[in-house]
Nanobody, 126 residues
Framework: QVQLVESGGGLVQPGGSLRLSCAAS????????IGWLRQAPGKEREAVSC????????HRADSVKGRFTISKNNAKNTVYLEMNSLKPEDTAVYYC???????????????????WGQGTQVTVSS
């Protein structure tokens, strides 16, 4: 059974930093692609970053390039999202999500995700 548990959200001032963690169980990073998606009130859900289970490549949405970095620790089965230079428009619930990618590559920022965590709130405000 796949389980994803996010942590690390909170309130931060504009320009500040946060690191989100996603502890995964029931899956292997060698076969599952992990993504971070966010949803702000009244807005569509947006994939902000993902790491491919097929080739380990990482991808970021244009809105977070140069500010957010995704990484993983295979030994801890944990994926991280390092967020720097945070802006008020980054305020949202952030979800960790996964899908089985096996040996087939597909653009993970556009892919549908099958497994979801409960979400963690990130609020950027002075």
């Amino acid at each position: 059974q796949v389980q994803l548990v996010e942590s690390g959200g909170g309130l931060v001032q504009p320009g500040g930093s946060l690191r989100l963690s996603c502890a995964a169980s029931g899956l292997s990073f060698n076969y599952y692609t992990i993504g971070w998606l966010r949803q702000a009130p009244g807005k569509e859900r947006e994939a902000v970053s993902c790491i491919s289970g097929t080739d380990g490549s990482t991808h970021r949405a244009d809105s977070v390039k140069g500010r957010f970095t995704i990484s993983k620790n295979n030994a801890k089965n944990t994926v991280y999202l390092e967020m720097n230079s945070l802006k008020p428009e980054d305020t949202a619930v952030y979800y960790c999500a996964a899908y089985y990618s096996g040996n087939s590559y597909s653009p993970c920022l556009q892919h549908n995700y099958d497994y979801w965590g409960q979400g963690t709130q990130v609020t950027v405000s002075s």
